[in-house]
């Protein structure tokens, strides 16, 4: 079993940047994908950004393009999102998620474990 904990969300102006940061523990790491999602009162769970086992091949959402970084630390089994430029609609739960194949993936059926979420909250 894995377990993931978010961490780093909180109340921000817009403009302002937040960094989160996933913790992994449990069974293994491994050569994982792991994901950002998030979900906004009211719509459904989306998805962010992802990042392969070595960090070569990333795949953001168009929304968030250009202002959000994801990255890895395999030493360390953690992941994390630098936003930056943050707007009012980039207020939702984010999640942390890991997905159980090498692959690349977008779609929420596609991860096998996920953390709580972490509130994030811009104001215009």
């Known amino acids: 079993q894995v377990q993931l904990v978010e961490s780093g969300g909180g109340l921000v102006q817009a403009g302002g940047s937040l960094r989160l940061s996933c913790a992994a523990s449990g069974r293994t790491f491994g050569s994982y994908v792991m994901g950002w999602f998030r979900q906004a009162p009211g719509k459904e769970r989306e998805f962010v950004a992802a990042i392969t086992w070595y960090g070569d091949r990333l795949a953001y959402a168009d929304s968030v393009k250009g202002r959000f970084t994801i990255s890895r630390d395999n030493a360390k089994n953690t992941v994390a999102l630098q936003m930056n430029s943050l707007k009012a609609e980039d207020t939702a739960i984010y999640y942390c998620?890991?997905?159980?194949?090498?692959?690349?993936?977008?779609?929420?059926?596609?991860?096998?474990?996920w953390g709580r979420g972490t509130q994030v909250t811009v104001s215009s």
């Open positions: 998620a890991q997905r159980v194949n090498s692959g690349l993936a977008f779609g929420t059926a596609d991860f096998n474990y």
